[in-house]
């Protein structure tokens, strides 16, 4: 499975993105979904995760309210859409695969990433 991401950018406090994640070379239903983010000098953190279907999603506290994280398995693509953003959300964001069809958070339980967009909020 190939993980493709785009969207990111630099963006004002405050402001808005939408990332994308395109998977190929697999089953995209057959996958939970995750988005991570690492930040200069810190470890990679989970930020969101959706299960195989959809229907289930998770949330880090420290972006609740602001990311919503979504999937179309039709297109097999997985959504992060950010606002509200803080200049510590500044990271590099990025997705991956599980063949664990329920919501998972641990790096461990991944099996595919993609090489990452960078997000950058400064004014």
Known sequence: VQLVESGGGLVQP?????LSCVASGGTFSRYAMGWFRQAPGKERESVAAINYSGWNTYYADSVKGRFTISRDNAKSTVYLQISS???EDTAVYSCAASRILRVVTTVESYDYWGQGTQVTVSS
């Open 14 to 18: 405050g402001g808005s993105l939408r």
């Open 85 to 87: 953003l803080k200049p």
